[in-house]
């Protein structure tokens, strides 16, 4: 079966860094993505990785290693804002997203 | 403002009523989708169009109905609710090229209880 793993929930500090893995094993692998969810809000794209390596975006960074089925999302300079669900999802052979269940990321000052 | 509106916001249904979801978008995409969301549990797939005239079925398609008669509109019925049917629902579109890189914008989801 297709299968994402994400931590459910996670704690860090205002202005640390956090790494939220994922690990997945899919049939078929088309890309790999992340996505921000507020509390009651839509699910809004953070970053997209196909090829192994490090994606940076601002605050953002996104690693991918395809032969180890894994991806982790780090968040530099943590700000308050950033409390929210984060999503992995994987789009396999036939272009379909699989989810991860999200990580709740909890932000103290 | 671009992108997707869905309605209503919130339902509250008794069981066994028909209800339909209505999705609508302003951007031109070509694919649209209906997902639901429960605590717990990844977004999951209920039905899909990859262009006006076509549609298909996703992961938990059972109990639900699309229909995609032009490009803007995707509404997803729900032919006689049952409590199980109870979720946050999420209509997405992407401007989908059959290409790994499918960005989903999302609208901002419609809350359904079933009683």
């Known amino acids: 079966g297709q299968n994402i793993d994400q931590p459910t929930e996670m704690t860090a500090t205002e202005g640390a860094i956090v790494q939220i893995n994922c690990t997945y094993q899919?049939?078929?692998?088309?890309?790999l993505f992340w996505y921000q969810q507020h509390a009651g809000e839509a699910p809004t794209f953070l970053s997209y990785?196909?090829l192994d390596g490090l994606e940076e975006k601002g605050r953002f960074s996104s690693f991918l290693s395809r032969s180890k089925g894994y991806s982790y999302l780090l968040l530099k300079e943590l700000q308050m804002k950033d409390s929210a669900s984060y999503l992995c999802?994987?789009?396999?052979?036939?272009?379909?997203?699989?989810w991860g269940a999200g990580t709740k990321l909890i932000i103290k000052p | 403002i671009a992108g997707i509106t869905q309605a209503p916001t919130s339902q509250i249904l008794a069981a066994g009523r028909r209800m339909t979801l209505r999705c609508t978008q302003d951007?031109?995409?070509?694919?649209m989708y209906w997902y639901r969301q429960d605590l717990g549990l990844g977004l999951r797939l209920i039905h899909y169009s990859n262009t006006a005239g076509t549609t298909g079925k996703g992961e938990v398609p059972d109990g639900y109905s699309v229909s995609r008669a032009n490009t803007d509109d995707f509404p997803l019925t729900l032919a006689s609710a049952v409590p199980s049917q109870t979720s946050v629902y999420f209509c997405?579109?992407?401007?989908?090229?059959?290409?790994?890189?499918?960005?989903?914008?999302f609208g901002a989801g419609s809350r359904l209880t079933v009683l």
């Open positions: 899919t049939s078929g692998f088309n890309g």
């Open positions: 951007m031109r995409h070509n694919a």
């Open positions: 999802a994987v789009s396999d052979s036939n272009y379909q997203l699989i």
């Open positions: 997405a579109s992407s401007d989908s090229k059959g290409t790994g890189a499918n960005v989903l914008t």
């Open positions: 990785n196909v």
